[in-house]
């Protein structure tokens, strides 16, 4: 809990001492999230279903 989010809270800010650069191209970066749930909602069902019938095979190929 606390000791976790402590160390989380240390590392962060030593990245941000010693790697200035690191925190201007982390603010700078998109989340992915908002693209991914965009993607999925533009997917009619039949797309997610065909696609987990094919899993096997394509597991079989791997």
Request: proline share 5%; aromatic share 10%; net charge positive.
């Amino acid at each position: 809990g606390d000791r976790y989010r402590t160390q989380l809270m240390r590392l962060s800010r030593a990245l941000k001492d010693k790697r200035p650069q690191y925190n201007e191209r982390h603010d700078k970066v998109a989340s992915p999230t908002c693209k991914i749930g965009s993607w999925i909602a533009s997917k009619d069902d039949q797309f997610f279903r065909r696609g987990i019938r094919t899993l096997p095979e394509r597991w079989e190929k791997v």
